[in-house]
């Protein structure tokens, strides 16, 4: 048990306990604004059609979805950040009130593909964290047996970049058996886990935007504006 009579290092003009009134903030009406990313450019792209397969899904649930189309996004760095792929890719991140990252695992990890849109997005810009305090949903589609390297991996990238990594997720093995020739994922388990994953997403999503701000407002970086506002000019 903490020693009630040691004290507390905190800077009492920077800190606030939590509140729990704070966290009920009015919603807003509009549908949960959605944007879905896949990590494949081939023709037939099993994370693209797992990917659109969520995406109807949500539509159902009454999301409104983006669908980001990797093809032409430059490497990291190859181009600069006026480059027209990563402007698009940055006002769909900034748009976006949660995320579905959708990739293939290879050589045991997830894809450039998806790597590289991930890297395009900013951990901070212009003042703002264009994905600090959204919702997270990861899936992955594979060539042969289960796997959980790749959802595992974008999980680590979504908290690396403030994310809300809701608890769910969906790994599809063999993942060329799941799908008929029009693209449309035929009835297993994990199409219902699929359900699943969406229905979560959507669940923490309209649960947490409105409170979005409250919940990743931190002491430290108060206290590091304070400071700084402080100095001399």
Same mark, same amino acid.
């Given at each position: 048990?903490?020693?009630?009579?040691?004290?507390?290092?905190?800077?009492?003009?920077?800190?606030?306990?939590?509140?729990?009134?704070?966290?009920?903030?009015?919603?807003?009406?509009?549908?949960?604004?959605?944007?879905?990313?896949?990590?494949?450019?081939?023709?037939?792209?099993?994370?693209?059609?797992?990917?659109?397969?969520?995406?109807?899904?949500?539509a159902a649930?009454?999301?409104?979805?983006?669908?980001?189309?990797?093809?032409?996004?430059?490497?990291?760095?190859?181009?600069?950040?006026?480059?027209?792929?990563?402007?698009?890719?940055?006002?769909?991140?900034?748009?976006?009130?949660?995320?579905?990252?959708?990739?293939?695992?290879?050589?045991?990890?997830?894809?450039?593909?998806?790597?590289?849109?991930?890297?395009?997005?900013?951990?901070?810009?212009?003042?703002?964290?264009?994905?600090?305090?959204?919702?997270?949903?990861? @899936?992955?589609?594979?060539?042969?047996?289960?796997?959980?390297?790749?959802v595992n991996?974008?999980?680590?990238?979504?908290?690396?970049?403030r994310m /809300?990594?809701?608890?769910?997720?969906?790994?599809?093995?063999?993942?060329?058996?799941?799908?008929?020739?029009?693209?449309? @994922?035929?009835?297993?388990?994990?199409?219902?886990?699929?359900?699943? =994953?969406?229905?979560?997403? /959507?669940?923490?999503?309209? =649960?947490?935007?409105?409170?979005?701000?409250?919940?990743?407002?931190?002491?430290?970086?108060?206290?590091?504006?304070?400071?700084?506002?402080?100095?001399?000019?």
């Amino acid at each position: 048990m903490p020693n009630p009579e040691l004290p507390v290092q905190l800077d009492p003009a920077h800190f606030s306990r939590p509140d729990a009134a704070a966290l009920f903030q009015p919603g807003s009406d509009h549908p949960a604004r959605i944007l879905m990313l896949y990590g494949s450019l081939r023709v037939r792209s099993y994370s693209r059609l797992l990917t659109e397969e969520a995406a109807r899904l949500l539509a159902a649930m009454g999301a409104e979805v983006r669908i980001f189309n990797p093809i032409g996004l430059p490497l990291p760095d190859e181009e600069s950040e006026a480059h027209p792929k990563v402007l698009e890719l940055r006002e769909l991140a900034r748009w976006s009130e949660g995320m579905v990252w959708c990739s293939p695992e290879r050589h045991g990890a997830l894809t450039g593909v998806m790597k590289a849109q991930i890297d395009w997005i900013p951990l901070f810009a212009g003042g703002t964290r264009p994905t600090q305090g959204k919702t997270l949903a990861v @899936m992955e589609v594979c060539g042969g047996v289960h796997s959980f390297n790749a959802v595992n991996q974008m999980r680590q990238q979504g908290r690396w970049m403030r994310m /809300i990594a809701i608890p769910n997720q969906v790994s599809v093995p063999a993942a060329f058996n799941e799908f008929d020739e029009a693209g449309l @994922m035929l009835p297993s388990e994990y199409y219902d886990r699929t359900v699943d =994953l969406m229905e979560e997403l /959507i669940k923490f999503t309209l =649960l947490t935007r409105g409170a979005s701000p409250y919940l990743t407002d931190r002491y430290s970086e108060r206290k590091k504006r304070a400071e700084k506002a402080a100095k001399p000019a």
